[in-house]
């Protein structure tokens, strides 16, 4: 009896080494079965393109909730790789500004890159340059922000949307692009965040909460809650034209995935060597799990395994902003030439002075008290304060490593 017991633990221990040890094979998305979904998601940005080519003076804005969409694809593709993905969609449904933010980083941040599409040749995009635009050519805009460590993305796409379409944001506006509800479109399947962004939309209370806290009811639909004469009031509104364009993520996974070969384009420098950070990243992951003898699955990514990848891609971005020679705000097309352009430009520059969404990277010395690249001194990688004592523990792990590495 004693010699089964010792083999049953001798068995079980070498399985156990064997789902670490072993790596896990290639996996390929592929989208969802679900052609309802799809359908829907398709009409939704048809009918919003077709309707905005009428409003002149009117310009786009996609909201995308980066790490949800990443989810739903099962993290398959990384952040540069969704970014790419977005501004291809973009090219195709020809929507000139799109929002990306990222959850975690270890402060706030902002950048922003230009992608030109010639209409002979898709296969060359140009980002960060001040070229005049043509005929010939399409430019969008992609904005990323990260939240940081004391907010959610959530937090700050309901509080950045509200702001572009407050008073205080259009008030100022030296151009005639003006932004509404309707000009506006997010891509996420947060109930919570849809919730949110539907009562800034048609404010039922008087404030509204953009902390997230444990609620109760769970599993609860909202719409259980209002009154019938306040529902046939809600339904009236979601078919007037003032509301923004709301997609769910499977179905816009989906777009993405099914994007034609026209609307192909290569990656650029910078692309390309943050894409080979954060696989790097990845990888070294990979390795501390390991050593700690854990499983490592990618299509189950750790919330501390996010903030990882976030921030690395956030400190290599700040890098090139600091080798350039002007600032990024700098980097805008005249007046006259292209209001969409000066409009997004604007944007970066309020993101900059008074949103709290620098595009500088410094940290401060220890011992000699000024301002030092981060290059030249180890900086940990930062987690939110929900994380529970096990992902705080293995992202300690991680630093540890690192700095011994160093």
Known sequence: MVNFYRCTIFLHSCLSLWFVAVPLPSCSFQPTKNHKTTKKAVDRFTRWTNEHQDRPGKTRLLWIDGNNVRGVGKFEWNAVELQQRVARFCHKYKIPNAIVVWDHGNDKFSYSARYCFSESD??????????????????????????????????????????LIASTFQDNSIMDTKLDWASLAFVTNDRELNYKLRQQVNPTPNSIRLSRRKRRDDGRKYDYN???????VTEKNQKSPTNPLFCDSTGFVNLLCELPGEYDMGMSTIDTEASELINEAKSSIRSCSQSRRRGYNPRREKTWERCVQAETLRRFLGKILRSEDKPLSDVELPLELNENATFIAKFIRELESSRGFPNTLQAIGANKGHAVSLVEQFTPYLGPTRLDRHQRRSLDCYNTLLRKEE
């Open 122 to 163: 898709t296969t060359s995009p140009v980002t960060l340059v001040a070229d005049i635009d043509d005929d010939s050519k399409f430019c969008v805009n992609l904005l990323i922000l990260f939240s940081g460590l004391r907010q959610r993305a959530d937090d700050v796409i309901v509080r950045e949307s509200n702001h």
């Open 226 to 232: 209002i009154d019938p004469a306040k529902n046939c």
